[in-house]
T-cell receptor, first 114, second 110 residues
Framework: DMKVTQMPRYLIKRMGENVLLECGQD?????MYWYRQDPGLGLQLIYI???????SEGDIPKGYRVSRKKREHFSLILDSAKTNQTSVYFC?????????????FGPGTRLLVL | GQGVEQPDNLMSVEGTFARVNCTYS??????LSWYQQREGHAPVFLSY????GLKDSGHFSTFLSRSNGYSYLLLTELQIKDSASYLC???????????FGTGTTVSVSP
């Protein structure tokens, strides 16, 4: 059963606190992604990971960092969260970055930074 | 530059059809994908097109015109459960990731 999981599903933090969002996949996919989705802006790519310890900035990496120590697990870290990082965060995975590679999305994490 | 444009909203009636338009601009073209996203849920892959013309997949069909930078998703025999946001996405210049449109919210009424 192909699945992408995300934890936690909902999170409330205060400005300046550290945030850790976790993502897992059971499909042995090489490539994993972190997006954020905001009304009117659509899905924006934060980071892409091509495999363990092979990460690349996306379109909006400022204020975020990632960690991928195992192929099935990809973390997004916010050091000192800001209120403008309130958003819905989606993790996704794909077999590779081939043009037909479908992206499978997790259920999302709704983060509120107060 | 690169970008994907979609109308914000589309309303239709159960049993009829809805056409969701998408225009894009990219440096090089590596295919276009359509995703469905229901309210409060994750995007789910629907279709991938890379060749010009109509691709009939039953309930969902897609059309592509590469020369015009245009695609549409055609939803036929609409059901209430088809109410969702439909996202169009193209590969970026490096081919490494997808550039998503903001999505078109399709509302199907009885």
């Amino acid at each position: 059963d192909m699945k992408v999981t995300q934890m936690p599903r909902y999170l409330i933090k205060r400005m300046g606190e550290n945030v850790l969002l976790e993502c897992g996949q059971d499909m042995s996919h090489e490539t994993m992604y972190w997006y954020r989705q905001d009304p009117g802006l659509g899905l924006q790519l934060i980071y892409i990971s091509y495999d363990v310890d092979s990460n690349s900035e996306g379109d909006i990496p400022k204020g975020y960092r990632v960690s991928r120590k195992k192929r099935e697990h990809f973390s997004l870290i916010l050091d000192s969260a800001k209120t403008n990082q309130t958003s819905v965060y989606f993790c996704a995975s794909s077999i590779g970055t081939g043009v037909q590679d479908t992206q499978y999305f997790g259920p999302g994490t709704r983060l509120l930074v107060l | 530059g690169q970008g994907v444009e979609q109308p914000d909203n589309l309303m239709s009636v159960e049993g009829t059809f809805a056409r969701v338009n998408c225009t894009y601009s990219t440096s090089g073209f590596n295919g276009l994908s359509w995703y469905q996203q229901r309210e409060g849920h994750a995007p789910v892959f629907l279709s991938y097109v890379v060749l010009d013309g109509l691709k009939d997949s039953g309930h969902f069909s897609t059309f592509l015109s590469r020369s015009n930078g245009y695609s549409y998703l055609l939803l036929t025999e609409l059901q209430i459960k088809d109410s969702a946001s439909y996202l169009c996405a193209v590969r970026d210049q490096g081919g490494r990731a997808l550039i998503f449109g903001t999505g078109t919210t399709v509302s199907v009424s009885p």
